[in-house]
Structure formats: C-alpha cells, structure tokens
C-alpha cells in the first residue's frame, strides 16, 4: 500500500478523488487484492459464525467489499485508498495474535509481543491516520461533490471510522489483560 503513496500530489487535484476514469494506478491495483482478500475472509466469518458470535468484522467487511467495489469501478477516491490500505498495517499483528489464542498459548511471549503491536499499529493507523483522512476527505469536499454514488461512500468511510473507534476500545483492554498476564515472560517461545 505504500505505493498508493507515490503517486500522490495527484495533478490536478481533483485525480485523487474522481478519476480519470479507469485509469490504471497503484491504489486501483491493491483495492482489487483488498477486495479479494475481504471476500474471501467474509466467507470465512459466515463458515466459522457458530463460533464467532462477534459480527462487527463480518460488517466491516461486508462495508469496505461494498465502498471498494464502488470506489473500482470508476477509479473514485484514489487518495483516501492510500491511507486506507495502510490502516491493514494492522492486520498481521492481529492475526498472530489469533494464532497464539487459537493454539492457547497466550502465556508465550509472542503473544504479548504481537498483542503489543497489534495495538500500536491499530491506533496509528485505524484512529490516528483514519482521522486524518477522514478530515481530508471532509477538507477536500469540492473536488467530489458533485460525483453521484460518493456522498455514500464518503458515509461507508465515516461509519468504518466509527467501528474502529469501538474495536480501539476492545484492542486497549486486551492489551491490559495481557500485559496482566506478564506480557508472556513466565515461559519461553
């Protein structure tokens, strides 16, 4: 994702929030794999839902496969896929951290470890930098205003930023459990 970087300053600005239209770039070409990935692991929730009561990720998903098919289609909001692909940054600490729960073996040391940067990663990111785009999206309003389908989208985006204030709170007392637990010093890896 940090390639969706690189093309920005977009010239003219307005590139970065509505098109050309399908265009080929870096943020079109990892919302394609995103969406692959968020397809796949939505059938994976729907498979495994008897033992994930949680839905709030299979509504994530279900949100951002909506927005990025939207976004695809005509290559739209370029500059916020940027920073949201990098608030996936977050994603394999999360998914090492279900490996040592899976294997109960959330005494081990990389448990704490990945719980650790799961929750600095996941602040930087999915607040910290979610918020900045957010206040750029809001900031950069003339330039895709007038675009039909984006009002949605920019909503989808706000109500994403809204569930991951609620997972930030979750990510935060697992943490503290953890960091109870002696943040795995007691047994080696």
Known sequence: SVLCFLEWPYEPIVEG???????WSYPCLFASF????LQWDLC????????????SAAIHHTLFIAVTHYVLFG?????????????ELSTPFLNARWFYA????????????????FAVTFLATRVLGYTLGIVDMICSYSHWHS??????TAFGLALGYVLNLFWFKKVVQAL???????????KQE
């Open 44 to 55: 994976w929730l729907i498979w495994h839902r008897r033992e994930n009561k949680d839905m």
């Open 102 to 117: 899976a294997a109960k073996m959330k005494e081990r040391r990389g448990y704490f470890v990945s719980s650790l940067l």
């Open 176 to 186: 503290q459990r953890a960091m109870k637990k002696g943040g795995g010093k007691s």
């Open 75 to 87: 290559c739209f909001f370029k500059k916020p896929f940027a920073w949201l692909s990098l608030t």
């Open 17 to 23: 929030w509505t098109g050309p239209d399908r265009v």
């Open 147 to 152: 675009f039909r389908g984006l009002h949605a």
């Open 34 to 37: 995103f969406v692959g990935y």
